[in-house]
Every structure is written in C-alpha cells, then in structure tokens.
C-alpha cells in the first residue's frame, strides 16, 4: 500500500454508497473512477438535478455528491437540489462541488443545520486524501466548508477576531471546515491535547458554549462570524 | 460552349438580352404585361385610395373656411366675405361675438388639434404604403406629454412631427393629382377600349339618321367620335392609356413614399439617432451575450479538463509508491500544483469575465458582492423587474468596483448599497462613512465607471466631500 500521510487514517473507513450528479461526463466518470479505486460504491452517476433526486430517492445512498451548475438552466439547480434533499433525505450526506465558491450559498446550504453537509469547490478533490476524508465526514454527519468559504467568512467577519492568536485562528478556520480534533492535530502537525487547548481558548475568548460534536461546532462558529 | 455567353439549361433559349435587338422585345414584353400585374393592381389600389383620402382631407380646410363664410354672412348680411376684417360692432355686436369666438374656436382646435389630427392619418397612409407597396416608412418618436395642464397643451402645438404630417397633404397636392390622374388613365382607358364592341348595339339606326357624337375621355382632352371606324382611335386611345397607367401610378406611388419618408416618417436626423441607438443597443447587448457565452465555455470546458486532470494527478501522486523515484514524485508533484494553481488562475479570470452568480438577477448578484466584501454591506434591493442583461453585467460591474475602492480607499466601517427603479431607470447608489474626497477626474476607477455607464447613456454622479461621506449614483436605463 501507499505510504498513509498524516491524518489519512479517516479515508480507509467502511465504504460507501455514493451518488454523483454532475453534467460534465468528463469530471463524472474522474470522479466515479476514484472513488471506486478507494472502495466506494457509486450507485448513480446522473447528470442533472432531477437525476439526482430521482437516484437518491431510489438508492438512498450515505452520500450525495452534487454538483451546482447542471442542466437546463446552468445557475443553481444543484444547490436547490441538495437543499431539497436535506429536507427529504436526512440520512444522506450531500456534498455540493462547484467551481466557484458563494458564500450565500452557503448560508442557503447550511441553513442553520451543518449536520451531513459539505460545499468544496471542485479543485480540493484533486487533493484526494483530504477529499475523501470531507467525503467520510459528510457521509456519517459531519461537516465540509471549503476552506475558500471559511477565509471569506473570517475576513468579514461581525464581530473582532484581533483577540485570538494566529494559532488559535488556524485553528477556528479549520474548525469551521468541519474536521475533527484529530484532523486539526494532523494539518497542523502538534498533539491533541495542544489542539484541544487552543479549542478551549477559542471558546472562551468569543464567548462561545463548547459544542459536543464537529459539526454543532461549525454551526457555533458561523454563527459567530455571521451566517448560519 | 464557353464563349457564346449564358444559355438557359432548362430550355435551351438563349435569354432576350443576348440577341441584338432582343431588348426591343423585352421591354415591349414588359409594357404589355405591365397593366396585368398584381404590383400594378396594389399601385392603381394605392393611387384610388390616396387620392380620395387626400380630396377628403383637403376638404377639411375647406370646409373650415366655408363655415366661416357662412357664420360671417349670417351675421353681417350682404357683405362679401372678407375673413380679415370683422363685422362692424356698430353693426351688430351679438353677431360680431359670435363671429369671432367661432372664428377663436376653429383657430383653437386647428392649433391644439391638428398636430394630433395629422398624426392618426399619417399613420394610416404609412399604413396604406406598407400594406399595399411593401414600403414601409419609419413612425415618427411619439409626441411628448407635458406635464399639468398648461404643460399638456403646450406640447400639444409644440409637435414637429404632428405639424410635419399636417403639412403631408397639403404639400401632397401635385403627387395627389398624378394619383388622380393614374386613377383616370385606368378607368377612362378601358372605357375606351370597349367602344368598338358596344358601338353596334346602341347605334344600328336607320341610315339617313344623325346622331350626336360620342365623346372619348384622354388624359390630354376629350374628342367626338361619330362613325364606327372612330370607335378604333378610341380603342387606340384606351389602349395608349391602359398601357400608360402602370407607369403614371408607379411614378404617383414612388413620389408619394418620397414625401411620405420626408414628412410623415421620423425625420433623417431623428432616423439616423434611432438607428445608432438601436445598432449600439444591440452590440452593447451582443458583447454582454458573447462574455456570457465565454464564460459558460470556459466553465463547460477548460475548467473542467484542468479540475479532471488535477484529480487524475492527485490520484497519481497518492498511488506513487513510497520508494518511487524522488525525481518522479517531485515532477508528479509540481504538475498536480501545477494544475491546481491553473485552475484558481482560470476561475479569477472567468469571475472576471462574468459573474455567474449574475445568472440569477442583480439582487442575488449584489447579494454575493456583500457576502464576499470585507467591509459590512448594508443592501437593499427594489427591482420589481429585471433590467436587460447587458445592463445587469454594467450595473454589476459598477457596484464591485465602487465596493472595492470603498474597501480599498475610505476607510468605511459601514458600506449601503441601494438598488432601485425610478421611472424607467435603474439606480444604484453606494454610500459609504469614510475619508471622502473621491475624485473622478483623477481616479481612473471613477473615470471608467462613467464610460461604462455612458455606452448605454446612463450617469455616474459623485458627492464626496474631503471628510466624507461618498455617495456614488449610477443611473442606467432598463435596456441598453
């Protein structure tokens, strides 16, 4: 086997049962291609949004990977779609890929629930480890902000971050991406107990009640800056 | 073959013009079979219907004359009509009132309603060329309404184009004769040509009996004929006519578009301002169209090829086995950075082309721009409808550049942007609390906000007094 870089262990979990939605053949069948090369199931690889609803609601798959821009009309059809599934699907992940990150799309994504919801824009799946390990967390409820996301979120942000060191703002960006503390830990090469210091600090600086789960955090966090 | 010229496949015969003389022929072919046409039935149908509206219309002042002729005699007597010079009030005062308000409200109505007048009927002679000659003539820019009454009424008579089509009939009066007369060449020339058949029926008269002579109707006069053998000048005569009409309507219909395009169409000026409008509005809406199309392709394509091959090259480098070649794994590794950096590159450079978060309206597009600003954006959006999509990427683009230089130059804390619709305008105003002091003659950002908005005739107003605040007012029409 290849050599496992820090904080791949997540990637080797069970496999999973995944729809794709995308319109470019091209990047769907890339797309299909590795992620059966790392065990997965792709049960559907559709090309617009009523594919995709069809597909989920046939397969019910852990994860739906989907993308915005599809057929007919080329704006935000996917979005819609994921949103929808949301609602009807709670037990599927949706993780939304596009080209170009909207922060308001986001905010309609997330709608106040970061449970089982990524949005990455489509150049972190050529990163393949740290893809497939947005792709676990999205799957088993969990959260993915693309890391494009979070920086515009923390430059606009309501309320002072002057009060945190950059340590610990690396550390609430990364939060706000969804990872785990183990993950924080592994991206920026220190131990859990350190990571879980600065998580503490962080808290108690913005005022924030600690959250039990990653993806609770994230909302906390977003709310903090602002969307969410 | 080769050089003997054109030779008709289908049939074998040369064309008339290639035989010398054969133009004789053609052209007497063409004067035969003029009169049978459909285009000279439209022309005569024309010519018929122009000249009675234009002897219906000449009526009217006419008309209005005799009426004040009548009122005159009836209130003075004997008197011979002199318009000028009213009744002595000595004579009779009742009657000199009521001489001169019919005399006030005939000048009132031909002031304030002919313009009005002349317009509906212009409009049905332009509709008469377009129907029956297939020449259309342009409509005039529709009469300005003023505002309150006084207003109203003044830009009743101040109507160029109205008093233009007033002028149409009375400046039409020679063309309206050839109209007529084209009229009488038909009619009267295939009266004529019917002599010689009914001749016999009307006059088999015992001999010795002598008969008034029958007169024949020519566009020249009319003469008598007595005899059966002159029942043949008639025939000749009707013939001539018959033949002659096709060209005398044509020539009648030609002059009339000629005045019509002059008097009763927009104006050659006006005409040539109508048209850069509209060849400005479509390149202004076909450069918006062709960078949406842009960006799709690139979208649809390119990006998807780099992010396709990005993904193959991060699966690559991971299946590359720990003990691989260092020399691969960093070639590997600079291509799959390579690609990634490419496509961050592509993706600015399509943002930059056309938003496509613009695909959903302004206000979402607007929305974006606020979400994305550093500075905190107050935005309101009114747009009961969607503007042109041309002015949607202006406005768009309009708004990013006075957000950033908000960011960039006045140090504001608090940023509003406003986007309404007032009368057929779109307004978009960016006020910010900073520093102030913008100046668009120095700042090229400003500058070029003013050409933008310029291409489609909209504004940029700028108040930005040193100490602040700036407001920013960019004024554009709903379409280019």
Known sequence: MTAAPPGRAAVTGPPLRVVIAEDAALFREGLARLLADRGHQVVAAVGDADGLLAAVARHRPDVAVADIRMPPTHTDEGLRAAIELRRDHPGTGVLVLSQYIETRYAARLLEGNAAGVGYLLKDRVADVAEFLDALDRVATGGSALDPEVVAQLLARSRHPLGELTPREREVLALMAEGRSNSAIAGALVVGGGAVEKHINNIFTKLGLAPADRDHRRVLAVLRYLGTG | MGATGPVNPATGREPPGGRPGGWVASLAGLVVRAPLTARTRRELLFCLTEAALGLVVLAVPFGLLALLVVVQRLTRGTTPPNLVSWPAASDHPAGALLYLGVLLVVLLLVVFLAPRFGRGLGAVHRYLSARLLGEPVGVPAPARRGRGGPGRLAAMVRDGPGWRAVAYPLVKLPV?????????????????????????????????????????????????????????????????????????????????VWLMRGLLGPGRLAQRVADLEQSRALAVEDSAALLRRLERNLHDGAQIRLATLAMNLGMAREKLEADADPEVRELVDAAHQGAKDALVELRNLARGIHPPALDNGLADALATLAADSAVPIELSTALPQRPAPAIETIAYFCAAE???????????????????????????????????????????????????????????????????????????????
């Open chain 2, 176 to 256: 309206l004769l050839a109209e007529i007369y084209a009229v009488l060449f038909a009619v009267a020339g295939l009266a004529n040509l019917t002599y010689p058949f009914w001749w016999r029926l009307f006059r088999n008269h015992p001999p010795g009996v002598r008969l008034q002579p029958v007169p024949v109707l020519t566009p020249f006069g009319s003469f008598d004929i007595a005899t059966f053998a002159g029942t043949f000048a008639a025939f000749a005569a009707g013939a001539a006519m018959v033949l002659a009409a096709p060209w005398v309507a044509r020539g009648a219909a030609a002059a009339d």
């Open chain 2, 402 to 480: 006075l957000l950033a230089n908000a960011a960039k130059h006045s140090h504001a804390n608090r940023v509003t942007v406003e986007l309404t619709e007032r009368g057929a305008a779109l307004v978009l105003r960016v006020s910010d609390d900073g520093a102030g002091g913008a100046d668009p003659d120095r700042g090229s950002g400003l500058s070029g906000l003013a050409q933008r908005a310029r291409t489609v005739d909209g504004q940029v107003e700028v108040v930005s007094p040193p100490g602040g605040p700036t407001q920013v007012t960019v004024t554009l029409p709903m379409s280019a």
